[in-house]
């Protein structure tokens, strides 16, 4: 308890200074995270009749929190001289979500307003209709359940897209900040 305490007093006692500093590292970072998002979300529509892109989406999509852990390494090591709190390290990583995916939700919100006209949910609707599919969500006992979480979706409007992929970013990027913040912090100087 006694360390959190610790990590929590080193992040309220920045200054002003530092607290631009961190918020501007993590604004270029998150636009940074942005652009890896965007590009896994662009696989995976091309991914919904093209398997090997659908592979990428799914790499791209993984690779984010080591991809953040490493531009926090960077930060700390840059701007730190290599030594940064628990405390720190995870407002940065929040940080870095936060903007991120405010960037991907106005990307993901261009893309359902402007350019899907339905796509997304007709492709899904065409593999639910399969008789494999069919049979799969009868032996489990989903047929209805799926039914109507495909009609709610078709029925989303594209800030409510945007809107959920936003929450849900900002909460993995709370939950994944833990062990990123907890591998990278660091009480040793390398300058």
Not at 73 to 92: C, K, Q, T
Not at 98 to 105: E, P, V
């Amino acid at each position: 308890m006694r360390k959190f305490a610790t990590n929590y007093y080193t992040l309220s006692s920045m200054t002003s200074a530092e607290r631009v500093q961190l918020d501007a590292f993590a604004r270029v970072d998150g636009a940074m995270l942005a652009l890896l998002w965007i590009s896994s979300f662009a696989c995976y529509i091309a991914g919904l009749t093209n398997n090997v892109l659908g592979l990428a989406a799914i790499i791209l999509a993984v690779a984010s929190p080591f991809f953040v852990a490493r531009r926090l390494r960077s930060f700390r090591d840059y701007a730190l001289e290599g030594v940064i709190s628990f405390g720190r390290g995870w407002a940065y990583v929040i940080l870095v979500f936060f903007y991120g995916g405010l960037l991907f939700a106005l990307a993901q919100f261009a893309y359902f307003a402007y350019l899907d006209h339905g796509y997304m949910a007709s492709v899904v609707t065409q593999m639910t209709q399969t008789a494999e599919f069919t049979e799969l969500m009868k032996l489990y006992g989903m047929q209805n359940t799926f039914q109507q979480v495909l009609v709610e979706f078709q029925q989303l409007r594209p800030i409510d897209l945007a809107l959920q992929g936003l929450s849900t970013n900002i909460v993995v990027g709370i939950m994944l900040g833990l062990p990123i913040a907890a591998l990278m912090r660091s009480k040793k100087k390398i300058h």
